[in-house]
């Protein structure tokens, strides 16, 4: 995972609320078993519209995400946080998230950013009535920074998670920062048990 620090771009509105795992990726993708290219079906049922938000061309160099509330309910599907980074978005906005998705997104260096309703749904209309709106997500301050707007508020970010982003740290490499403990613990271990280091 890629230290995530600051996050400066446009943003594609998406003006709909309690958007689950299965509209973010539907079940036919989870058939890939690698972990990239799932960009392609990131929406893809809605994108069958041509009118579909994604499908506008102002919108096309949007790498922030601005959603409703409820954004990622449902299934335990690690593979929605895959495909939002894999189509390019390095962060989301939303009055609430499901806690799953929540979680999978810190794991993976997606940022999942809540900011009050009314909050982020100013951003959401100004970002349809202007694309070029831009927006900084500073994960050092815990703060959105929108000048256009005059908006500069914090936003909620426990320790440990914006511990992740700022150093790049998965579950892998916060366990991988103890490799010497681990080292010394497997070293005391009698031979005919199990060991990491042989």
Known sequence: MEPVITITGTALPLDRSDVDTDQIIPSDWLKRVERTGFGQGLFSEWREDPEFVMNLP???????????A???????????????????FAAVIAPRFGDIFRNNSAKNGLVPVVLPADVSDR??????????????????????????????IEFPLDDSTQERFLNGLDDIGITLQHVDAITAFEATRPAWMPATNR
Do not use: C
């Open 58 to 68: 102002q919108f096309g160099d949007a790498n922030i995400l601005v959603a409703g």
């Open 70 to 88: 409820n954004f990622g309910v449902g299934s335990s599907r690690e593979h929605a946080v895959w495909s939002i980074m894999d189509y390019g």
């Open 123 to 152: 951003i959401l209309r100004a970002v349809e009535a202007d694309p070029t709106v831009e927006i900084t997500i500073d994960i050092a301050t815990k703060r959105v920074v929108v000048p256009a707007l005059d908006i500069d």
